[in-house]
């Protein structure tokens, strides 16, 4: 995990939750490794906001399973396998295809989600890494929300990986895919296509999940 990463400011998601995923995604990519200490003051002073937030984050994590606190000492990474982290991502490819679903099911009123796609699709190419992170946050919370199942809601947000948009940023190929993945996808859930809703999501989800395996095998093999 780079120092001085500051966390994008999203409005949409607690502090709390935007730090457990920056944490969690360096952790499933090999940045953050088996028993490395996690200081409370050094992850405060790199992601740029206050230590409570910060062991709010740790508890989250230490509920995965991803880590384990220590008294008043932060925590230490635990050991992850490729096993964990596809069982990770499937949950979330799992309740996000579920929460599309149930957003067309509920006729969900795709006016603003059309809007935001269609006004950031105007930037061409000349967004920043920043806006897009913002706006595919903000993507998938309305259809989160459409869900109207706040449990669900809340899930998602802690499995959220923002450091992983934000990396993937750069590839040609995911950008179009993504922008091209969200047009249809508001399409199916404005006709209340909810089966065809859920699949879209899940292969969106199963692209990012595949994604970070690769990046985990790459890892082991350089070690090995």
């Given at each position: 995990m780079k120092s001085n990463q500051n966390i994008p400011s999203l409005q949409i998601v607690s502090i709390r939750h935007q730090v457990a995923s920056t944490l969690r995604e360096a952790i499933l990519r090999g940045e953050l490794k088996s028993g490395e200490e996690l200081s409370l003051t050094s992850l405060s002073e790199q992601l740029g906001v206050s230590r409570t937030p910060i062991r709010e984050a740790l508890q989250m994590l230490e509920g995965e399973k991803l880590v384990t606190l220590r008294m008043h000492r932060g925590a230490i990474v635990?050991?992850?396998?490729?096993?964990?982290?596809?069982?990770?991502?499937?949950?979330?490819?799992?309740?996000?295809?579920a929460a599309a679903y149930l957003a067309a099911s509920n006729g969900m009123d795709v006016t603003q989600l059309k809007r935001l796609h269609e006004d950031f699709l105007k930037k061409g190419d000349s967004f920043t890494k920043e806006e897009y992170v913002i706006y595919n946050r903000q993507f998938h919370s309305m259809i989160w929300n459409a869900s109207e199942n706040q449990t669900?809601?809340?899930?998602?947000?802690?499995?959220?990986?923002?450091?992983?948009?934000?990396?993937?940023?750069?590839?040609?190929?995911y950008k179009k895919q993504?922008?091209?993945?969200?047009?249809?996808?508001?399409?199916?859930?404005?006709?209340?296509?909810?089966?065809?809703?859920?699949?879209?999501?899940?292969?969106?989800?199963?692209?990012t999940m595949n994604n970070i395996l690769n990046n985990y095998r790459n890892m082991i093999n350089k070690t090995t």
């Open positions: 635990n050991s992850i396998d490729e096993r964990y982290i596809r069982n990770h991502y499937e949950m979330q490819i799992f309740i996000e295809g669900m809601v809340e899930y998602l947000e802690g499995l959220w990986s923002e450091g992983l948009i934000s990396r993937l940023f750069p590839t040609l190929d993504s922008l091209a993945g969200h047009g249809e996808l508001i399409k199916f859930i404005e006709e209340g296509n909810s089966e065809e809703a859920r699949r879209l999501m899940e292969k969106h989800a199963t692209r």
